[in-house]
């Protein structure tokens, strides 16, 4: 099994950046797709960014131009530094990992991570 482990979250004035990490252990690495997604109160859960083991990115459109997935894939780790925070970021992040490139949806991810808070003030 595999474990997704974020940190970074906070409290962050608008116009501030925070970086998120998602370190992943156990059996079953590497993980051909990571990613985030978030979910705000009484909003459903969405796309934030993901990236393949081979550098391929993604984005939703929310936050294309503001944030920025990366990965060591040495470290088994992914990260996401996000600029530009709006009071609309704010959300629960969850780290997640589509084991084999079949399809970085809700349903077809295989792992999550517990969520950190990221809150955005005005």
């Known amino acids: 099994q595999v474990q997704l482990v974020e940190s970074g979250g906070g409290l962050v004035q608008a116009g501030g950046s925070l970086r998120l990490s998602c370190a992943a252990s156990?059996?079953?690495?590497?993980?051909?797709?990571m990613g985030w997604y978030r979910q705000a109160p009484g909003k459903s859960r969405e796309l934030v960014a993901s990236?393949?083991?081979?550098?391929?990115?993604a984005y939703g459109d929310s936050v294309k131009g503001r944030f920025t997935i990366s990965r060591d894939n040495a470290k088994n780790t992914v990260y996401l530094q996000m600029d530009s925070l709006k009071p609309e970021d704010t959300a629960i992040y969850y780290c997640?990992?589509?084991?084999?490139?079949?399809?970085?949806?809700?349903?077809?991810?295989?792992?999550w991570g517990q969520g950190t808070q990221v809150t955005v003030s005005t």
């Open positions: 156990g059996n079953g690495l590497p993980i051909n797709t």
């Open positions: 997640a990992g589509e084991r084999y490139g079949l399809g970085y949806t809700p349903i077809g991810v295989d792992y």
């Open positions: 990236i393949t083991i081979g550098g391929t990115t």
